[in-house]
């Protein structure tokens, strides 16, 4: 914490030699191991781009990863902890949230230009996370070495020069070219920048870690940095959450119930997916673009989108339309969850052009509902009941949009918010065999996932919370026999 002294709250950040490189979970890990310490950690990263999104305690929205990463950490979600989130709706644009809040929707050009203009923003943030903590561990984006985009950078070197932390830098030798990778970045850095990286470790290491040692050797040489370590891989990360789209993957279990998921060109906050994985009695198979919906599926999902009108239309696209339709008629099931939910009815409105082009356009016609897309952005916690199962259940509500229609008078949920104001949330058909929700994450909760799992005939002893505890717990104690941890808080605290 910060003392009267003048002594600044220990902190480094977390750079990598490119985007996806596992600083996310490396920062996740670290967060347990020194909150295992006894240690008050919090974990930053000022500007993330993810379409997966976690609702925060203060009413805010942040990145997926940082929500694991403050789980590590044992600690409620803060919009702080993710000051700048952008949230992609097309190729060339993104919705910009500034500490947890919709600040507006810009091309990435626009972006590049005021990205600077948010520095304040996000070190008021990191101000008040250092107030509360012992150490703050930080997340960079992408890569420094992405110099073409230095100027007016937030992500990475420029935060890290006005925040003045330390760097240490992570490199993936899973993909090839470590060596390379790091000797580049420190390559293209400028002087000042070498000189902020005052170390490195490489990560993703398959086999015998001894036969790097020459490596590390090498790469020390050659920038001056220290060695931490190597990190071998981690063969438990495939369980913790998914941050990004590329990230999922289809699950391992071969039981009795089938439940397809077409992965939409904007899928956002499939945080549901995650535990339906790592159910044995679960086949999830999640669906590209061009391939059909497979004929012999239980559940069709479909899950959120940042962009419901845009993702409709990739659906149709890729004739899924057409599949889903076969799917109902054999008598299969449908559940949509929020944007899902929206693509489930007659038709979808967006009047004042939030998504692109005022208008309306068709729904897949299989709820009878209609959905208005509306500015105000609903983010609430939410608890209560699954009325056909009478089941418990809680999530969190992140959407554009009303819905209202003869279905929703047979709602799916009964929930309260935070506040404890109640509602009736979701439409389900007569026969009940379509159903639409706009609260996410009703999947992590056991409770709900065991009931509903049961209609199908399968069986869930899977506590799923409890097991991402217990990942952490593993990935902290990976890190701890591998990293030398004791020059990292050297470094954290010399900043």
């Not at 030699?17 to 347990?32: M, P, Q």
């Not at 993104?94 to 091309?107: D, H, L, S």
């Not at 692109?356 to 897309?373: I, K, P, Q, Y």
């Given at each position: 914490?910060?003392?009267?002294?003048?002594?600044?709250?220990?902190?480094?950040?977390?750079?990598?030699?490119?985007?996806?490189?596992?600083?996310?979970?490396?920062?996740?890990?670290?967060?347990?191991?020194?909150a295992n310490?006894?240690?008050?950690?919090?974990?930053?990263?000022?500007?993330?781009?993810s379409n997966?999104?976690?609702?925060?305690?203060?009413?805010?929205?942040?990145?997926?990863?940082?929500?694991?990463?403050?789980?590590?950490?044992?600690?409620?979600?803060?919009?702080?902890?993710?000051p700048?989130?952008?949230?992609?709706?097309?190729?060339?644009g993104?919705?910009?949230?500034?500490q947890g809040?919709?600040?507006?929707?810009m091309?990435?050009?626009?972006?590049?230009?005021?990205k600077?203009?948010?520095?304040?923003?996000?070190?008021?943030s990191?101000?008040?996370?250092?107030?509360?903590?012992?150490?703050?561990?930080?997340?960079?984006?992408?890569?420094?070495?992405?110099?073409?985009?230095?100027?007016?950078?937030?992500?990475n070197?420029?935060?890290?020069?006005?925040?003045?932390?330390?760097?240490?830098?992570c490199?993936?030798i899973?993909?090839?070219?470590?060596?390379?990778?790091?000797?580049?970045?420190?390559?293209?850095?400028?002087p000042?920048?070498?000189d902020?990286?005052?170390a490195f470790?490489?990560?993703?290491?398959?086999?015998?870690?001894?036969?790097?040692?020459d490596?590390?050797?090498?790469i020390?040489?050659?920038?001056?940095?220290q060695?931490?370590?190597?990190?071998?891989?981690?063969?438990?990360?495939?369980?913790?959450?998914?941050?990004?789209a590329?990230?999922?993957?289809?699950?391992a279990?071969?039981?009795?119930?089938?439940?397809?998921?077409?992965?939409?060109?904007?899928?956002?906050?499939?945080?549901?997916?995650?535990?339906?994985?790592?159910?044995?009695?679960?086949s999830?198979?999640?669906?590209?673009?061009?391939?059909?919906?497979?004929?012999?599926?239980?559940l069709?999902?479909?899950?959120g989108?940042k962009?419901?009108?845009?993702?409709?239309?990739?659906?149709?696209?890729?004739?899924?339309?057409?599949?889903?339709?076969?799917?109902?008629?054999?008598?299969?099931?449908?559940?949509?969850?929020?944007?899902?939910?929206?693509?489930?009815?007659?038709?979808?409105?967006?009047?004042?052009?939030?998504?692109?082009?005022?208008?309306?356009?068709?729904?897949?016609?299989?709820?009878?509902?209609e959905?208005?897309?509306?500015?105000?952005?609903?983010?609430?916690?939410?608890?209560?009941?699954?009325?056909?199962?009478?089941?418990?259940?809680?999530?969190?509500?992140?959407?554009?949009?009303?819905?209202?229609?003869?279905d929703?008078?047979?709602?799916?949920?009964?929930?309260r918010?935070?506040?404890?104001?109640?509602?009736?949330?979701?439409?389900?058909s007569?026969?009940?065999?379509i159903?639409?929700t706009?609260l996410?994450?009703?999947?992590t909760?056991?409770?709900?996932?065991?009931?509903?799992?049961?209609?199908?005939?399968?069986?869930?002893?899977?506590?799923?919370?409890?097991?991402?505890d217990?990942?952490?717990?593993?990935?902290?104690?990976h890190?701890?026999?591998?990293?030398?941890?004791?020059?990292?808080?050297?470094?954290?605290?010399n900043?």
């Amino acid at each position: 914490m910060t003392h009267s002294t003048g002594r600044r709250t220990p902190a480094l950040m977390i750079q990598g030699t490119g985007s996806n490189v596992g600083k996310s979970l490396i920062v996740a890990g670290l967060c347990r191991l020194f909150a295992n310490r006894g240690m008050t950690v919090r974990p930053f990263k000022p500007q993330n781009m993810s379409n997966n999104a976690a609702v925060t305690s203060d009413g805010g929205e942040i990145g997926r990863a940082q929500a694991l990463q403050a789980m590590g950490c044992r600690v409620p979600l803060t919009v702080h902890m993710n000051p700048v989130l952008l949230k992609p709706e097309t190729d060339t644009g993104a919705q910009i949230i500034v500490q947890g809040k919709r600040f507006g929707t810009m091309r990435a050009r626009e972006y590049g230009k005021q990205k600077a203009e948010l520095l304040p923003k996000v070190l008021e943030s990191f101000s008040k996370l250092q107030s509360d903590a012992d150490l703050v561990i930080v997340e960079g984006a992408g890569s420094p070495a992405e110099i073409n985009l230095r100027a007016g950078d937030i992500a990475n070197m420029g935060f890290a020069e006005a925040a003045d932390l330390p760097v240490v830098l992570c490199a993936d030798i899973d993909r090839g070219g470590v060596i390379a990778s790091v000797v580049g970045t420190h390559a293209v850095l400028e002087p000042s920048e070498q000189d902020r990286i005052k170390a490195f470790f490489i990560n993703r290491f398959r086999g015998d870690p001894s036969l790097f040692d020459d490596g590390m050797r090498e790469i020390a040489q050659r920038t001056g940095w220290q060695g931490l370590g190597v990190v071998p891989w981690f063969a438990d990360a495939n369980k913790l959450p998914a941050e990004d789209a590329l990230d999922l993957s289809s699950g391992a279990g071969s039981g009795r119930i089938k439940i397809v998921v077409p992965v939409i060109s904007r899928i956002a906050n499939f945080d549901d997916l995650d535990p339906l994985r790592m159910e044995p009695d679960v086949s999830l198979e999640l669906i590209g673009p061009g391939t059909p919906l497979p004929g012999d599926a239980d559940l069709v999902l479909l899950p959120g989108s940042k962009s419901t009108i845009g993702d409709l239309a990739f659906f149709r696209k890729q004739g899924w339309d057409i599949d889903l339709a076969a799917h109902v008629r054999r008598g299969g099931h449908v559940l949509g969850i929020c944007g899902g939910y929206q693509m489930l009815g007659k038709t979808i409105s967006d009047p004042d052009g939030i998504e692109g082009t005022a208008g309306t356009v068709e729904g897949l016609g299989l709820l009878d509902v209609e959905t208005v897309l509306t500015p105000d952005k609903s983010l609430v916690e939410a608890e209560g009941k699954h009325l056909t199962s009478g089941a418990s259940v809680k999530g969190y509500e992140i959407h554009i949009g009303r819905t209202s229609g003869p279905d929703c008078a047979r709602p799916y949920l009964h929930i309260r918010d935070a506040g404890g104001t109640p509602k009736l949330d979701g439409a389900q058909s007569s026969d009940g065999r379509i159903a639409g929700t706009y609260l996410h994450g009703l999947f992590t909760d056991d409770d709900f996932r065991k009931a509903y799992l049961r209609g199908f005939g399968a069986v869930s002893d899977l506590a799923y919370e409890h097991q991402i505890d217990a990942v952490l717990d593993d990935l902290a104690k990976h890190l701890e026999g591998v990293l030398n941890t004791e020059a990292i808080l050297e470094i954290a605290n010399n900043r």
